[in-house]
């Protein structure tokens, strides 16, 4: 006997509706299927979720900054800028007598022998300026002129470590 259309259909039909009442039975419950299944973390508006993220993290970073450059100590460098004057030397030399020269260095002895005594040195320490130097030896605004004009200087800046000469006041 020849099958029809129809009859293949009904048989198909027939199975598939025999493995549904088996896999009825074989169903998990349905808390079991959920407790599977995972959850995607879908990121809807990426720009806006990483623009709320640096404006969160943004009061917190300047605080740490703030607080990390705080606890630093502030140095205090002062450089003094000296201008250089370029000296051309001859190619001939002028042959003067020794003895001048023998007089003249007799001459710088005996007064740097006598301004010995009218002054003291100063070694200048890290912070300190030509008014603090000032006021320590002489009490006032007026020693500051009298030091510049000792020390040959020109501005007022001082460098660490440089040597001062500081006039006494029975030297003026």
Do not use: C
């Amino acid at each position: 006997m020849r099958e029809d259309q129809a009859e293949n259909l009904r048989k198909k039909m027939e199975s598939i509706g025999k493995r549904l009442e088996n896999d009825e039975l074989q169903l998990p419950p349905r808390s079991e299927v959920h407790k599977k299944k995972k959850t995607k973390w879908k990121i809807k508006h990426p720009l806006i979720r990483i623009l709320a993220l640096f404006f969160a993290l943004l009061p917190i970073s300047i605080y740490s900054i703030y607080h990390l450059v705080e606890k630093r100590p502030i140095q205090v460098v002062t450089i003094d800028n000296e201008s250089y004057e370029t000296v051309d030397v001859d190619q001939q030399k002028e042959h003067k007598p020794q003895q001048p020269l023998e007089n003249e260095a007799k001459e710088v002895e005996q007064e740097s022998n006598e301004t010995e005594s009218s002054f003291t040195y100063h070694t200048v320490q890290e912070n300190e300026t030509l008014y603090s130097i000032a006021m320590k030896y002489y009490g006032n605004e007026k020693g500051m002129d009298l030091i510049k004009e000792w020390n040959h200087l020109t501005s007022m800046k001082l460098q660490k470590g440089q040597v001062l000469k500081i006039p006494n006041m029975n030297g003026k």
